[in-house]
Each structure stands twice: as structure tokens, then as C-alpha cells.
């Protein structure tokens, strides 16, 4: 039931865009997105529902493709505080999100 | 200000020790879970409450216990049967509302528990 998250790593220069990838084998209700730096605990970024809806957070949107079971985290003009390790969590109904495995990204000058 | 507490931040232990992980909230959340977290793994679920007295295990509960005796507070214990505990462990919890797709989670600041 977990997710699979690509790439598994990426390395950007500041200003560079990235996109991570998070699908699944299994109908999705929700899609959650967390950022997490290292040794601290993740942060939560934004929850995608059903609708095949976009959402935004300054640099960083996310769109939730339901049919293609299937959510994408674009992070555009990284800056260095970008760096960290982003994780995709889906729901399916009411039950309780179940994580990928992660995407670390580093933004260096 | 309002938030997860989770401690100690680093814990070990020894062969055939049960140890126990604090989690306190102030949220006034009624859902809460523990995660462990294994390097270059995602969060993989142990257990989760949702309302006091009762728990759920979740994917990977051999091995721990919990307790939800108060509304703030779900302490793990990882008892001798986990026979590889050493992990990252993040404590989060919610609110429990409807619908529940589109609650987020609060994470604590997580534990190191290692084996001596």
C-alpha cells in the first residue's frame, strides 16, 4: 500500500525547478505532501483531494491526478531552504496515510 | 505555544529492556500515532488512537505496546520482542474530524532510539 516516490534523490543549483513524482497502485482519496530537514520532524506542505485539483504554496504547488492515481510536488526557482527530504502520504477513505519512501533534495549556491 | 513533545530526543537500549518513548500533545487533538522511521524508508505505521482508551495497531506492531489512558499523552513502549528497534520515531497526531481524507499531521521532534 505504499506509495512510490521519484526520483529518489535530486540535486539542484538555486533558481532550478524540480518535480517529484508519487503514485499508486491503489484508488487514492487524498494525497498529502511533508517536507522533513534532517534530525527534525516533517513538516506538512499541503493535502490534494480528489478533483484533480492544484494547489499552491509560494514556490511550491502540487497537482493530484485521481485517475492516473497519481500526485506531482513542482518546486520552482529553489532557494536554498528547499533542501530536505519530501514525502508523499495517501489516504484511501478513511483509513490512515501510508508514506513513501521519500525524495531528498538538495539545493546548493 | 501548542505542539508534540516528544522525549528523551536520544535513547538506548540494552538486550532484553523494554523501553518507553514519550508523546504529550496540547493540541487538544483526538487522533495520535507513532511512526518509525528507517534511514532512506519512508514512515511506516506502529500504532494510532483515535480516541482515549482505545488504539489500532498499524503495519508494523510486533513488538510495541501503547497506551491511551489521557488525551494528551500516547506513550510507545518497544519491548524485548522488537528484535531490531534501533529507529528514528516520530510521534504525530490530528484532528479527528469529517471528513478524515483532508486532516494533516502534526510530527513531534522524533527519538533516536539505538541498542547498546
Known amino acids: 500500500q505504499q506509495p512510490v516516490q521519484s526520483p529518489q534523490a535530486v540535486i539542484l543549483r538555486e533558481g532550478e525547478d524540480a518535480v517529484i513524482n508519487c503514485s499508486s497502485s491503489?484508488?487514492?482519496?487524498?494525497v498529502h505532501w511533508y517536507r522533513q530537514k534532517h534530525g527534525e520532524a516533517p513538516v506538512f506542505l499541503m493535502i490534494?483531494?480528489?478533483?484533480?485539483e492544484q494547489k499552491g504554496h509560494e514556490k511550491i504547488s502540487a497537482s493530484f491526478n485521481e485517475k492516473k492515481q497519481q500526485s506531482s510536488l513542482y518546486l520552482t526557482a529553489s532557494q536554498l531552504s528547499y533542501s530536505g527530504t519530501y514525502f508523499c502520504?495517501?489516504?484511501?477513505?478513511?483509513?490512515?496515510?501510508?508514506f513513501g519512501t521519500g525524495t531528498r533534495l538538495t539545493v546548493i549556491p | 505555544d501548542g505542539g508534540i513533545t516528544q522525549s528523551p530526543k536520544y535513547l538506548f537500549r540494552k538486550e532484553g529492556q523494554n523501553v518507553t518513548l514519550s508523546c504529550e500533545q496540547n493540541?487538544?487533538?483526538?487522533?495520535m500515532y507513532w511512526y518509525r522511521q528507517d534511514p532512506g524508508q519512508g514512515l511506516r505505521l506502529i500504532y494510532y488512537?483515535?480516541?482515549?482508551?482505545?488504539?489500532q495497531k498499524g503495519d508494523i506492531a510486533e513488538g510495541y505496546s501503547v497506551s491511551r489512558e489521557k488525551k494528551e499523552s500516547f506513550p510507545l513502549t518497544v519491548t524485548s520482542a522488537q528484535k531490531n528497534p534501533t529507529a528514528f520515531y516520530l510521534c504525530?497526531?490530528?484532528?479527528?474530524?469529517?471528513?478524515?481524507?483532508?486532516?494533516?499531521?502534526?510530527f513531534g521532534s522524533g527519538t533516536q532510539l539505538s541498542v547498546l
Open positions: 488512537s483515535q480516541i482515549v482508551n482505545d488504539f
Open positions: 490534494l483531494l480528489k478533483g484533480g
Open positions: 493540541l487538544n487533538h483526538d487522533a
Open positions: 502520504g495517501t489516504r484511501r477513505g478513511a483509513n490512515n496515510l501510508f
Open positions: 491503489k484508488a487514492l482519496y487524498s
Open positions: 504525530a497526531s490530528s484532528i479527528e474530524e469529517a471528513p478524515a481524507t483532508n486532516e494533516k499531521l502534526f
